[in-house]
C-alpha cells in the first residue's frame, strides 16, 4: 500500500507532463480544425463602435457589400494581436481588401488606446464586449481572421495570428480565389 502511494504522485506527473509534451506537437495546427462557417453565411450580428473611436460599429449586413473583406478579431490584451497588427496594416494596403474588425472581449478604453497607439487600419470596429458573437463565429481564441466573399459568405478562416510567410500566403491564396470566383 505504501508502494502505491509513492508511485501515485509520478503517475499523475508522467500523464500531465504527456499531455503536455502531446500538447507542444508542431503537427498539432489548429488551423486544421475545420470551420463550421466555411461556405456558410457570416452569423447574424449586429456590434456597436468601440467608445471613442472614429469608425462605425460592424453587422452582419456590412459584409455583403459585394467585394471581399477580412474580419479580424483582436484585443489589446492578446500579445498576438500586436504582432499581427503591423503585418495586416500592410497586406490590407498591399491587397486591396477591406479590414473590419471585433474586439473581443475588450474593455473599451483599452482598446480605444491600443488602436491609438498602434493606428487603426480598419474601416469598421464592433464591440464584442460580452464575446456573444465570438461564440457565433466559432472563434477558439484570438487572434481569429475571416475572409468573407462580397456575399456574405465565409470563405476561408485562420486561427492565430498571420505573421509568417506562410499565413500570409495562404491569405494572399485565398483572397486571389475569391476575386477570381466573383469575376466569373
Given at each position: 500500500?505504501q508502494?502505491?502511494?509513492?508511485?501515485l504522485?509520478?503517475?499523475?506527473?508522467?500523464?500531465i507532463g504527456?499531455?503536455?509534451?502531446w500538447?507542444l506537437?508542431?503537427?498539432?495546427d489548429?488551423?486544421?480544425i475545420?470551420s463550421?462557417?466555411i461556405?456558410?453565411p457570416?452569423?447574424?450580428?449586429?456590434l456597436?463602435p468601440?467608445a471613442g473611436?472614429?469608425?462605425?460599429?460592424?453587422?452582419s449586413?456590412d459584409?455583403?457589400a459585394g467585394?471581399?473583406?477580412?474580419?479580424?478579431?483582436?484585443a489589446s490584451?492578446c500579445v498576438?494581436c500586436?504582432?499581427?497588427?503591423?503585418?495586416l496594416?500592410r497586406?490590407?494596403a498591399?491587397e486591396?481588401?477591406p479590414?473590419?474588425?471585433?474586439?473581443y472581449?475588450?474593455?473599451?478604453?483599452?482598446?480605444?488606446?491600443w488602436?491609438?497607439e498602434?493606428?487603426?487600419?480598419y474601416?469598421?470596429?464592433?464591440?464584442?464586449?460580452?464575446?456573444?458573437?465570438?461564440?457565433?463565429?466559432g472563434?477558439?481564441g484570438v487572434?481569429?481572421?475571416?475572409?468573407?466573399?462580397?456575399?456574405g459568405?465565409v470563405?476561408?478562416?485562420y486561427?492565430?495570428p498571420?505573421?509568417?510567410e506562410?499565413?500570409q500566403?495562404?491569405?494572399?491564396?485565398?483572397?486571389a480565389?475569391?476575386?477570381?470566383r466573383?469575376a466569373?
Amino acid at each position: 500500500m505504501q508502494r502505491i502511494l509513492v508511485l501515485l504522485p509520478i503517475a499523475v506527473v508522467l500523464v500531465i507532463g504527456g499531455f503536455f509534451v502531446w500538447g507542444l506537437n508542431p503537427e498539432r495546427d489548429p488551423n486544421a480544425i475545420p470551420s463550421v462557417l466555411i461556405s456558410k453565411p457570416v452569423p447574424v450580428f449586429d456590434l456597436a463602435p468601440i467608445a471613442g473611436v472614429d469608425v462605425p460599429g460592424l453587422a452582419s449586413g456590412d459584409l455583403a457589400a459585394g467585394e471581399p473583406v477580412l474580419v479580424n478579431v483582436f484585443a489589446s490584451w492578446c500579445v498576438p494581436c500586436r504582432a499581427e497588427h503591423k503585418v495586416l496594416t500592410r497586406l490590407a494596403a498591399q491587397e486591396g481588401f477591406p479590414l473590419f474588425g471585433i474586439n473581443y472581449k475588450d474593455k473599451p478604453e483599452d482598446a480605444k488606446a491600443w488602436l491609438e497607439e498602434l493606428g487603426n487600419p480598419y474601416l469598421r470596429i464592433g464591440s464584442d464586449e460580452s464575446g456573444r458573437s465570438g461564440l457565433e463565429w466559432g472563434i477558439s481564441g484570438v487572434p481569429e481572421s475571416f475572409l468573407i466573399d462580397g456575399t456574405g459568405t465565409v470563405i476561408w478562416r485562420y486561427v492565430g495570428p498571420i505573421v509568417t510567410e506562410q499565413a500570409q500566403d495562404d491569405l494572399r491564396r485565398a483572397l486571389a480565389a475569391t476575386r477570381e470566383r466573383a469575376a466569373s
